[in-house]
């Protein structure tokens, strides 16, 4: 079965701190690996994939399959990054028809 | 690109009325749409997914009599709540599959609040 676990609930960092988001997945397949931004009132935003490997405002996440995480990391936490943050998985499929399994997501907020 | 346009935002209904929330795929076409539900500060539960031109299918525990969902069209799915409840109030978002490059796209979401 898919399973997202982050283990962080609320994360309170201060500006220009570093910060980690913690995602552990079960799969028994190949997974696709996500992370999701939602800013107060708004919707669901893309972050990053992991196989895009791209850096989207900072944040860097790499795919670690031996300790089956995806943790999400920044080097220098700025105020606008506050927001709920979601990892989630999907099966691999070019098809788009695999389902996204959310983590319970983590709030972050960066204190001045 | 790759909008997915979801309405209402809101809506208040009574208790025992449907209510129809729609979810149009802008500038692309949607083969595969996905159902969720979100509970206050808890994480996206998947109801069904929802393919077009055939049934959706359907997460354990999730009345598929209670939810209706039609996908008629590539480009628009609608989900109805039927014969509502207070317990059905949640917030419900759909999304979508835009392809390799940009992954899934979400809708903004709908409150729905039954009283």
């Known amino acids: 079965a898919q399973r997202v676990t982050q283990p962080e609930k609320l994360l309170s960092v201060f500006k220009g701190a570093p910060v980690e988001l913690k995602c552990n997945y079960s799969?028994?397949?190949?997974?696709?690996l996500f992370w999701y931004v939602q800013y107060s009132r708004q919707r669901l935003q893309l972050l990053l994939r992991?196989?895009s490997r791209e850096s989207i405002k900072g944040f860097t996440a790499d795919l670690n399959k031996g300790e089956t995480s995806f943790h999400l990391k920044k080097p220098f936490a700025q105020e606008e990054d506050s927001a709920m943050y979601y990892c989630?998985?999907?099966?691999?499929?070019?098809?788009?028809?695999?389902?996204?399994?959310f983590g319970k997501g983590t709030k972050l907020t960066v204190n001045p | 690109g790759a909008v997915v346009s979801q309405h209402p935002s809101r809506v208040i209904c009574k208790s025992g009325t449907s209510v129809k929330i729609e979810c149009r795929s802008l500038?692309?076409?949607?083969?595969?749409m996905f159902w969720y539900r979100q509970f206050p500060k808890q994480s996206l539960m998947l109801m069904a997914t929802?393919?077009?031109?055939?049934?959706?299918?359907?997460e354990q525990g999730v009345e598929k009599d209670k939810f209706l969902i039609n996908h008629a069209s590539l480009t628009l799915s609608t989900l109805t709540v039927t014969s509502a409840h207070p317990e059905d109030s949640s917030f419900y978002i759909c999304?979508?599959?835009?392809?390799?490059?940009?992954?899934?796209?979400f809708g903004s979401g709908t409150r729905l609040t039954v009283v």
């Open positions: 999304s979508a599959w835009t392809g390799v490059m940009l992954g899934y796209t």
């Open positions: 799969y028994s397949g190949s997974p696709e």
């Open positions: 992991h196989i």
């Open positions: 989630a998985l999907s099966g691999q499929s070019r098809g788009g028809s695999e389902k996204l399994v």
């Open positions: 500038d692309f076409q949607a083969t595969t």
């Open positions: 929802s393919n077009e031109g055939s049934k959706a299918t359907y």
